[in-house]
């Protein structure tokens, strides 16, 4: 069994934050099979292989919960080296296979074509299409961010990718960064729904009290 260990930072049992997966941080969960969440930014491939080895952690599953470049870029590299089965929303293939890139906003695009510019579409073993369990983990449609945005709930805790940025400043996603601000605000509202007693985003700290701050969050607009 996975102990705490230097190289990952344990949120939960269970549940671990990486920290070299470059802006976004990839999760660890320890479910019915080690499953990454979101696969770093290009070129991390081998800073997160390391980590994870240093845990002594082979992964059988990488969930990407969208398709920006800071979640998807080593997604290649890291099925190569594990043998996970790469797994992503349906509803976020065009954004992942790239088809959709000429209907986003111009400045949505012109980032990912900046930071994709060097990495391959990476390859998808398994398409979930709407909500969906892999083995112990839900999957939750949380469109908004992006169109087929998901979050993953497990154990109590959310996992919830560019759904929301937890830490001190718990708060929306950046809405420059947000497709459609208002889908992003049912999105939310559907994981306060599930009651949390958790939460870890890409880019900020975990927050435990996930419910009564995500309540808080909700009522900024309600
Ligand atoms: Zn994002």
Same mark, same amino acid.
Do not use: K
């Given at each position: 069994?996975?102990?705490?260990?230097?190289?990952?930072?344990?949120? %939960?049992?269970?549940?671990?934050?990486?920290?070299?997966?470059? !802006?976004?941080?990839?999760?660890?969960?320890?479910?019915?099979?080690?499953?990454?969440v979101?696969?770093?930014?290009?070129?991390?491939?081998?800073?997160?292989?390391?980590?994870?080895?240093?845990?002594?952690?082979?992964i059988?599953?990488?969930?990407?919960?969208?398709?920006?470049?800071?979640?998807?870029?080593?997604? @290649?590299?890291?099925?190569?080296?594990?043998?996970?089965?790469?797994?992503?929303?349906?509803?976020?293939?065009?954004?992942?296979?790239?088809?959709?890139?000429?209907?986003?906003?111009?400045?949505?695009?012109?980032?990912?074509?900046a930071?994709?510019?060097?990495? %391959?579409?990476?390859?998808?073993?398994?398409?979930? @299409?709407?909500p969906?369990?892999?083995?112990?983990?839900?999957?939750?449609?949380?469109?908004?961010?992006?169109?087929?945005?998901?979050?993953?709930?497990?154990?109590?805790?959310?996992?919830a990718?560019?759904? !929301?940025?937890?830490?001190?400043?718990?708060?929306?996603?950046?809405?420059? !960064?947000?497709?459609?601000?208002?889908?992003?605000?049912?999105?939310?509202?559907?994981?306060?729904?599930? %009651?949390?007693?958790?939460?870890?985003?890409?880019?900020?700290?975990?927050?435990?009290? %996930?419910?009564?701050?995500?309540?808080?969050?909700?009522?900024?607009?309600?």
């Amino acid at each position: 069994m996975l102990t705490h260990n230097r190289a990952v930072d344990l949120i %939960a049992p269970g549940l671990f934050r990486l920290t070299r997966g470059g !802006f976004a941080a990839p999760h660890l969960v320890m479910a019915d099979v080690p499953t990454l969440v979101d696969a770093g930014a290009p070129g991390r491939g081998p800073a997160i292989e390391r980590e994870l080895g240093a845990a002594d952690i082979n992964i059988g599953r990488i969930v990407l919960t969208h398709g920006d470049p800071d979640h998807i870029g080593a997604s @290649d590299y890291l099925r190569a080296v594990t043998g996970a089965e790469v797994c992503a929303a349906l509803a976020e293939r065009p954004l992942i296979d790239r088809s959709g890139w000429p209907a986003m906003p111009l400045r949505r695009r012109l980032l990912e074509r900046a930071l994709l510019r060097e990495t %391959a579409v990476p390859t998808i073993d398994r398409w979930i @299409d709407g909500p969906a369990v892999l083995g112990s983990i839900d999957v939750v449609p949380t469109p908004g961010h992006t169109p087929g945005h998901i979050a993953l709930n497990w154990n109590g805790w959310i996992l919830a990718g560019d759904a !929301f940025v937890t830490g001190e400043r718990f708060r929306e996603s950046l809405w420059f !960064f947000t497709i459609d601000r208002e889908t992003a605000r049912r999105s939310i509202e559907a994981l306060l729904a599930l %009651a949390p007693r958790g939460a870890s985003s890409s880019h900020g700290r975990p927050i435990d009290r %996930a419910t009564e701050r995500l309540q808080a969050l909700v009522d900024t607009w309600r």
